[in-house]
């Protein structure tokens, strides 16, 4: 930085009054020194030039602090462009030095009552921008009298100033009545007040979900249309932005507001277009298909979206990323425009790669020629992401349009001739494709194909290869030598590769069974004995017993017809589609992710829903809205739903998961799974036990006993192994829940007695609870609900208590639990009201859990972002706690809390103290970071807590202790 | 909303930082630098995540700028933003450059101030901004109570970008009809697409606040008024170079902010009352029959594994007392070319090696002419199994017309309270054609 500035220095001679670089060379010690003697000179220009040296210094980065009382002093001037300075310069440090910042409070509030409406709105401006508590308190004056001010343009910057104040301090502006006013402020006579009041009361909407803040009725609805029409751009996309959350009552005013909306779409603001867009997307779900305007209103749309496509290389991305997602929802909408989406030469390449994927939603039957001719034209381009993807199109036209196949597969040939090694390897990816899509008819190219096996070193491409061997092992003379040569290198391989090689093999053996008996062997015993892959020590296992038990089944099994590939793939699931639908324009939009995925805290995390369509009166979840979609009804899967986990496990997963431990399987489907696809041959190894791991596990490891002697496989060895996995599966470190204690004595609840815990099992927050009946009735109908809570914890499903609750008798009743319900701030924090009912009464009492059942498995956070993360969290919220009396060694302490979901991202050790630096996540997204230091042969551990929202702190450091302790 | 505002010159370091939310940090206009400025390899995305903050960037020339959040913020609308805060400093202090930003960062820290607040975009239109922000400082300590209520009711006005009281001598306006012309055509000289994408560009200087009204032959507005409908055709107009066509077909056009966009839905007609000065007026796109200017017939032979013979013509499709100027044509070569002879029968040719390809030039070409390159390329022999590729023969010309066929019917100019009327404006039309992308496969 400082180069610039000397670099600088050298232009100071034609320094005349225009050029404020000069400001820059402010670099030599002492500086600050000399800096206060300016800028406490007598003469306002010498001032005024200080103050700009300040403000340049403070942009490149230096700590300008110090100077703070004197540029205050500045403050008090007529110069008004030395006044926007001054507060420039308070805006940036009036946090870091609260007690001076006071000083400019008499000016504010002076300046508010100016009588130039220039100064007033700068005065309220920047006071909402001056983070210090005792500031704000003197701002709520001059802000009701800002937001009442004979002049629009101070009432459009007071509008704004709520939202401000709202961020700093939410109760202080609802006790001050400020939303009151700014509700007010819609019906305003001047448009743009009326667009920043809409935009402030968006924003505070956004952080009370369940508020009715911004109550839109048809009355609102109609000012806010009007205003429309008359402001400015950018207040235009505010005001599109908030009808698009209205929903309209019926498919009447859902027309009429289209019909007035529709005219935005020619605005020459592209966001514009696309919150327009957005908003008839949305409505036009509760619009009658039959209905003539319908119709008119789809073809509208199209041409804007084109248009979008001339606009700058970045919005043409953000443009493109939306139409994807609108392609998705209504096809029919683009399905004429094919063309406008073929890639230019010069489109940067985050354009050209979005142009693709849209091109390939688009190819039809009716265009298919063209499109194949362009994307051969796309794979001799020189950017590799580009060229592989245009390869892959080439396959996926080819799933999609059947007539084409043919074509395509020639093209694929034709570039695979090219030799380049990345073409070909995507190529023979999306052969395998093709393959199962149109089984038995181009098998033909296997032998060119097979010519390019040596050059295959990426995974994906040699498991597709490898799949092919195996399928077509009956006509492929050399198939066993083929797979024997990539057999060599077994353990090197990837997962992915490992699999199928195995179920290749197999499927060569039941072929061709004379000559491949040593193959099979040996790819057995590597999968079974060798790896520690579960995945793959299972499928091993599986494949050993179906072939040591019954050869005929095998063959029915792993032979079996493979269920068809859909045409479409990689579609947005139904419900996100329909979510991001709502977000169209937004950053949402791009990612192609929910906000809740990027955004931290509370804001934008509600999930927003498509109105159910029209006429039919139907709840929101009207089939319309999923089948609607139009893009087809098969589920997006490659695999079919049914039949999933047979396919699974055999030899279907085209995308098999990568390398690394599989996740802790769902356990009882998995069993299940294993369990009918071994049938009756298991039962009597297993004497119809059939419960609990342990027993499956034995019902494995005996599957090596029975076999022929030909398999000659160390049979301990392989009964060892599984059970160990058995025991590794069957004892997984549980998170910390705490005993049960009595929450409601039956005392006070005429004789039901409740004591209960919270759990946390595989990601599912449970409330484990007894039920005495103390009583001398039988008690029945129990029903269960809660408070609002901080967490917004609620019952994922009723109270399951079946039978009747006869006297004296005791039932364990688990209640799963999710964090959807509505969230209100609880003091103490984990505290929770829960009311329960019978036959009898209605029964109050509260509890505490426990906050670590809050803390989510993905709670992990990168070193990189935990770095950064934590010093972005200011030092105030930082907070420091003892834990006495623990005895765990720090790796001991680092297991047991990871048990509970507390992460361990990074281990230092500075004289002989261990500092374990932590992370966890909350249902709500919030991260706590931790440093946990642990010094050896002391008892008493430190820990130091970060977190944005320093309020959960406590409970934090409460569940810490509760795990280590326990 | 936006969170903050950051300008850095091609090393990364910060010319400008304006920070408007609490929840972005000062290590965020580093993090961009290092992830994104400094990065290897080349930018993938115009948006980028860092650590759960989102950062927008644009480059102008070897500037950047960025803007970054937390928020699901209206990604749109971000890069309107920093289009229109490039405009305004553009409109204030010219190109934007380091230097240029260095000498006026605290214009530019006042221009921040005004047009984003909270991260909230206001009134971006430099007409109203220069009424009291300027370079000399700001204007407002002299000012009168009234001057002052007149200038917040402009910015806050439904007329943010025209001020009142705007004087000329003379009324004068200039209608610029800037249309580039799009084409990829096979050797065969089958059209695979054609579309125009035209801008009509005003220059308005005309006082008080004039009421304006656009008329061209737009073929919904033509039929609508059917064929003994009143013609108030302006009369300078008809310079169109192909067949007098009566009217065409506009697939989709955009407006400035000033159009009256409910009165372009249900009536289209198009009524404004312009900026001062310079503007776009609208864009619009056609695709339905557009006038090529010029046809390409590539030939190329290959003859043996070493030679290539190539011959091109090209041919003038407009009235022949039209001139093209302007006009180049670019013919690729292969990468192991070692020599090329070239002959022309009209204007300059030459080969490029280092941009593989021979360059042909012709200063000015009229109507209905043909003319031809034949050129002989030798290769260097190789054993590289890749193909040549043949990337397309592309064009750039110029046409004193406009290819869509668009005409400006009229433009008339209302202001009630001025005694002046519509035949005391004086105006131009001028129609210009550019080639787009223009290529032709071989």
Redesign the interface.
Known sequence: MQEWANQLCENRQFGSKMTDSKYFTTTKKGEIFELKAELNSDKKEKKKEAVKKVIASMTVGKDVSALFPDVVNCMQTDNLELKKLVYLYLMNYAKSQPDMAIMAVNTFVKDCEDPNPLIRALAVRTMGCIRVDKITEYLCEPLRKCLKDEDPYVRKTAAVCVAKLHDINAQLVEDQGFLDTLKDLISDSNPMVVANAVAALSEIAESHPNSNLLDLNPQTINKLLTALNECTEWGQIFILDCLANYTPRDDRESQSICERVTPRLSHANSAVVLSAVKVLMKFMEMLPKDLDYYGTLLKKLAPPLVTLLSAEPELQYVALRNINLIVQRRPEIMKHEMKVFFVKYNDPIYVKLEKLDIMIRLASQANIAQVLAELKEYATEVDVDFVRKAVRAIGRCAIKVEQSAERCVSTLLDLIQTKVNYVVQEAIVVIKDIFRKYPNKYESVIATLCENLDSLDEPEARAAMIWIVGEYAERIDNADELLESFLEGFHDESTQVQLQLLTAIVKLFLKKPTETQELVQQVLSLATQDSDNPDLRDRGYIYWRLLSTDPVAAKEVVLAEKPLISEETDLIEPTLLEELICHIGTLASVYHKPPSAFVEGSRGVQHKRLPGSAGSGESVDSPETTSTAGVSDAPPAVIPSQGDLLGDLLNLDLTPTTAGPPPPAPSSGMQLGGMDLLGGGLDSLLGGDLGGTPAIGAGFGAAPAALPASFSAPVSGGLDDLFDLGGGVGMPMGAYSPPKSVWLPAMKAKGLEISGTFARRAGVIQMEMTLTNKAMSVMTDFAIQFNRNSFGLSPAGPLQVLTPLSPNQSIEVALPLNTSGPVMKMDPLNNLQVAVKNNIDVFYFSCQYPISMLFVEDGKMERQIFLATWKDIPNDNESQFQIKDCHLSSDAASNKLQGSNIFTIAKRTVDGQDMLYQSMKLTNGIWVLAELRIQAGNPNYTISLKCRAAEVSQCVFQSYEAVLKN | ?IGGLFIY?HKG?????R?????I???A?D?FRVNVIHARQ??????T?I??T?F???KRSNIWLAAV?????????V?????KMCDVMTAYFGKIS??NI??????I??LL?EIL??G??????TGALKT?IT?Q??K??L?T?EE??Q???Q????I?WRREGIKYRRNELFLDVLESVNL?MSPQGQV??AHV?GRVVMKSYLSGMPECKFGMNDKIVIDKQGKGGATDDAGKSDLGGGSGKQSIAI???????C????K??SERSISFIPPDGEY?L??Y?TTKDIILPFRVIPLVREVGRTKLEVKVVIKSNFKPSLLAQKIEVRIPTPLNTSGVQVICMKGKAKYKASENAIVWKIKRMAGMKESQISAEIELLPTND??KW?RPPISMNFEVPFAPSGLKVRYLKVFESKLNYSDHDVIKWVRYIGRSG?YETRC
């Open positions: 909303m010159n370091e910060v010319l400008i930082s920070v408007y939310r609490d929840d940090g000062r290590n206009v993090a080349q930018v993938r995305s115009p948006v995540n650590a759960r989102s927008f960037h644009v959040t937390k928020q699901n913020v209206n990604a749109a609308m890069f309107e933003f920093l289009y380091e230097e260095k000498n006026n960062f605290v214009l820290y006042e101030d607040d909270f909230y975009p206001q009134n971006s239109e009291f370079q400082g700001i407002g300590q000012q109570k002052q209520s200038i917040t009711s910015v806050t006005g439904q943010g990829l695979l697409s994408s697939d989709d056009c955009t407006f400035h902010q159009v009256r966009l409910s372009f839905d776009e609208m864009r796109r199994k890749k590729a992308i």
